[in-house]
């Protein structure tokens, strides 16, 4: 059977298969040995993920329906329930990048980002991307991120396949984080 590959903005009807994807991947359910893999750090309610969704802001890659990927998007305003993104929003006046005098009101926070192992190195990351900054790019013209810095693959996927910039790093409840930024106008070449 051919595998069918789909991109779209998630619907309230893909919740449940967002939150069965993140439980595979949430850092806590992991052991040491799995996250070397890539993590995500942020677990989503059904509300949390309801409001974002009627935003259109959350972004799906499926197989046949299920979902295999997806990418997390918000406002700061948004993001400041959890403590990490309220403590990042104090950072944003001193964050240099180009030519952007960056606000809480020209970027967003982007993120988490989730693939299924199975499906990584295959070059979903950046067809997912694509479609997220064709749909936010008028809204937002910079784009924000936050990587702890023992998620190698997620610091590697962005830097070295989207091509983020890293502008700054922070410690917050004894971790080390990496800010990146990416120019919402600029695109990133994708397989079709």
Not at 41 to 57: A, G, S
Not at 100 to 118: A, R, V
Not at 141 to 156: E, G, H, R
């Amino acid at each position: 059977m051919t595998e069918i590959i789909t991109f779209e903005i998630a619907k309230i009807s893909d919740i449940e298969g967002v939150l069965a994807l993140q439980d595979l991947y949430l850092v806590t359910n992991l052991s040491e040995e799995e996250k070397a893999f890539g993590f995500v750090t942020t677990p989503f309610t059904v509300q949390q993920l309801t409001e974002v969704i009627q935003k259109q802001e959350l972004f799906l890659a499926k197989n046949s329906n299920k979902i295999i990927g997806y990418i997390f998007t918000g406002s700061w305003d948004f993001f400041k329930q959890w403590p990490i993104f309220d403590y990042m929003t104090q950072l944003i006046p001193k964050l240099n990048f180009l030519d952007f005098d960056i606000t809480t009101e020209n970027s967003f926070q982007y993120g988490p980002i989730c693939i299924h192992k199975d499906y990584r190195g295959k070059g979903l990351i950046t067809t997912l991307f694509e479609l997220m900054r064709i749909n936010l790019s008028q809204k937002y013209p910079l784009s924000l991120t936050f990587i702890n810095k023992i998620n190698i693959p997620s610091t590697k996927a962005h830097t070295e396949k989207l091509k983020w910039t890293i502008i700054g790093d922070f410690q917050f409840n004894n971790n080390d984080y990496y800010i990146l930024a990416y120019d919402m106008k600029q695109s990133v070449s994708y397989p079709i």
